[in-house]
């Protein structure tokens, strides 16, 4: 059980709050910070990308979200229901002050592993999805994907961020000797256009994107020779499969795959209510497919340039005056 939220700085002080490892910086009181373990000026792109859905209105879903940075700012925005979740209630404390701190109210809920998270969470669907920050933590990031993609409103919007690398196949990068990263629960570095893939395998058009490259904001890059980064895109979910240069072996998948036609409850996806959410245009630098109302997350990766140090309302930390 969460321990009452302080009421004032001196009881922040006195609680084990002031000494737990935070993992956004939160103002909790005017001037007085709850520090987190990003450094002050790193970019939170899903937190730019999330302005550009109008979430207003809008039923929203956060997946791990930790003290609820999202959350918070998407109640603050006017969303009509904010679900805030995580593997377990580890934050659960830092989660009631920030709420109290903020004004605001959201849902929270425990959800486990993530490979069936539509079946914990049916029959609920949502306009907006935050999918950040965990491909790269979970063994199979495609099979994950695919659950989440059932919970997602025919029309919405979802927001994917994970790491990445700059290379023209479709291949991972797998953390073998904490290679990568020495994160024990980092997996997996994906290509860019095996991410834009994966999407569109699961009827999520690209529309927007952001990125940043580890060694352009003085990260010391993983490996030697490989050119990593990080990178979030806003996706709408579409009718159909995506083409991809005329490839037959996206219809295949639909016909013939076991996995593609179990992992995404299609049946729950397609018979949600559709969404109504606006996406804002895109940021400068995105490059369009002619063939589709979609970009090229590759080509726009090679055309965007790399996001450098963010200004506090960019970044993974939350300020009492910040609305978004």
Known sequence: MSQPA??????????????????????????VVARGSFP?????LPRKLTRHAEVA?????DIGSMEGLLPTLLARRGAARVV???????????????KQSYGVDFEFAAVGLL?????????QSFDFINFSGVLYHVYSPLMALASVRSLLRPGGLMVVSTNIFHDDGYRAEFNAGGRLQPE????????VPLFDYMLRMLRLAPIDCLHF??????????????????MSVLCQAREDLLPTGGDWYLQALKEHSWEWATLTDWAAADQHPRSAIQAAAPYDGVVRRDDLDAIDLWASVQNQPSHGPAVARDAHQLHLVDTD
């Open 6 to 31: 302080p009421a004032t700085p001196e009881e922040f002080y006195a609680s084990p709050l002031s000494q737990a490892p935070w993992y956004y910086s939160v103002e909790l009181f005017p001037g």
């Open 40 to 44: 002050d000026d790193l970019p939170m």
């Open 57 to 61: 209105g809008q039923s929203c879903l």
């Open 84 to 98: 805030a979740t995580d593997a377990v209630p580890h934050c659960a404390s830092r989660m009631a002050a920030v």
């Open 115 to 123: 490979y069936d998270l539509h079946a914990k969470l049916r029959p």
């Open 184 to 191: 024990a629960n980092t997996f997996w570095y994906l290509s």
């Open 213 to 230: 490259e580890h060694e352009g904001l003085g990260l010391t890059p993983p490996v030697p020779g490989l050119r990593s980064g990080y």
